[in-house]
Nanobody, 125 residues
Framework: QKQLVESGGGLVQPGGSLRLSCVAS????????IGWFRQAPGKEREAVAC????????YYKDSVEGRFTISRDNAKNTMYLQMNSLKPEDTAVYYC??????????????????WGQGTQVTVSS
């Protein structure tokens, strides 16, 4: 079965850092466009950071630009979201996602096929 399993969420103080990991099983992440999404209570799920399968193109939500970095390690079949300078507004459930496409940047949640279970990130003092 194709699965994405997330880890790394937790409670962090404003200004702190957190690194989320997402391990793929049952498929090879190397050939997929991947993305990180988040959903806060009462809000729609939104794209935070996305990258094409070749890693040539990226998308970052304006409010996280310069603070968050999406990456992948194909040898480990794992994707990451490095989050720095965290703000209370970043508090949400974060999801990793993947979709098999050509070398295309995909930033719409509805276009993604495989999803992680979600991990809570809480930024609070």
């Amino acid at each position: 079965q194709k699965q994405l399993v997330e880890s790394g969420g937790g409670l962090v103080q404003p200004g702190g850092s957190l690194r989320l990991s997402c391990v793929a099983s049952g498929f090879t992440l190397e050939y997929y466009a991947i993305g990180w999404f988040r959903q806060a209570p009462g809000k729609e799920r939104e794209a935070v950071a996305c990258i094409s399968s070749s890693d040539d193109s990226t998308y970052y939500k304006d409010s996280v630009e310069g603070r968050f970095t999406i990456s992948r390690d194909n040898a480990k079949n794992t994707m990451y979201l490095q989050m720095n300078s965290l703000k209370p507004e970043d508090t949400a459930v974060y999801y990793c996602a993947a979709v098999l496409v050509g070398d295309t940047l995909v930033a719409r949640p509805g276009e993604y096929e495989y999803w992680g279970q979600g991990t809570q990130v809480t930024v609070s003092s």
